[in-house]
């Protein structure tokens, strides 16, 4: 495997469930994610996979700092985040991105394309101002999006330009890992292919590793290079992807990829039309002949 950029040893994520008048003694300690190892090298996907409720965005946002571990180590190129100085871990921060499930919560209604991906080159200083328009015009064509978009508020674009747009965002700060939690559950079926493909797309040409998360395991396959498969809380089976959906060893594993809709060969397909073309013309030439003798019977009782 190339070499590790996200290294997660044993992380702990726990919750104290929030109390109310029916509760009784002691609060719930809630196990969102309870002893969880994997590895993301350089320059690969991985693909997290789970029911709802697994942990798997829990661990996602731990990422990038928005859900605090309870216990164990998450190192990035080889040095532990939580134990950077608050300097440290802002700049460290920036090479790690995220593109969210719902793009229409996610952009800022309120700001037009230009603003949102300028804001965050801006904030943290990595451009002077009078090259920041420059730099959105790249990120747009990026993610293949005509320059004029700049102008355009999040209403004025379709469930695909907005994550397109999203994914852009997330490209500003010229990031090494991305976090994409369900990126293309919330949009039509008609899109999900072309941001996926965009993902694929800038993995190759940017170099970019990325964190997959999704329930979907069809999708997963054609994204991942390698995937950890999730439940309750814990890693129950992880490796490279072919090995994984062609010989999964986990009951669990097995479970999810019973669950996948099978798609008929084309040939079968073929088969079952052809079938039912030929009892439909059987069946056409039946009523015919029923008609016909029915006919010739009218005919023999008028005469």
């Not at 697994?54 to 998450?74: D, P």
């Amino acid at each position: 495997m190339s070499d590790v950029l996200l290294q997660i040893e044993n992380a702990k994520i726990y919750f104290q469930a929030k109390s109310n008048l029916f509760s009784k003694g002691d609060s719930k300690i809630i196990k969102a994610v309870d002893g969880v190892s994997l590895s993301i090298g350089k320059n690969e996907i991985h693909g997290l996979v789970g029911e709802s409720g697994s942990g798997k965005s829990t661990l996602g946002r731990a990422i990038m700092g928005l859900n605090v571990i309870t216990g164990g180590k998450i190192l990035f190129d080889g040095r532990s985040i939580s134990s950077l100085s608050q300097g440290q871990k802002k700049k460290e921060r920036l090479k790690i991105q995220m593109v969210f499930q719902d793009p229409n919560n996610s952009l800022p209604p309120h700001m037009k394309t230009e603003s949102i991906l300028g804001e965050p080159i801006l904030l943290n200083r990595l451009l002077p101002k009078n090259e920041i328009g420059g730099r959105v015009r790249e990120l747009l064509k990026l993610v293949d999006l005509p320059p004029d978009f700049v102008s355009r508020y999040p209403h004025q674009l379709s469930g695909g330009q907005k994550q397109r747009v999203a994914v852009a965002r997330a490209m500003a700060l010229k990031p090494q890992l991305i976090v994409a939690d369900e990126p293309t559950s919330a949009l039509d079926v008609s899109v999900q292919t072309q941001i996926l493909n965009l993902l694929l797309e800038l993995k190759e040409t940017q170099g970019l590793s990325v964190l997959f998360i999704s329930h979907n395991l069809s999708v997963v396959r054609h994204m991942s290079d390698s995937i950890s498969v999730m439940s309750q809380g814990k890693i129950v089976e992880q490796g490279n992807t072919k090995k994984i959906f062609e010989t999964p060893e986990n009951a669990y594993t097995k479970k999810l990829l019973a669950a996948i809709p099978q798609m008929k060969a084309p040939e079968a397909e073929c088969e079952r039309k052809d079938k039912e073309g030929e009892n439909a013309a059987r069946e056409k030439d039946v009523w015919e002949n029923a008609a016909q003798e029915n006919t010739e019977r009218k005919d023999a009782v008028c005469l």
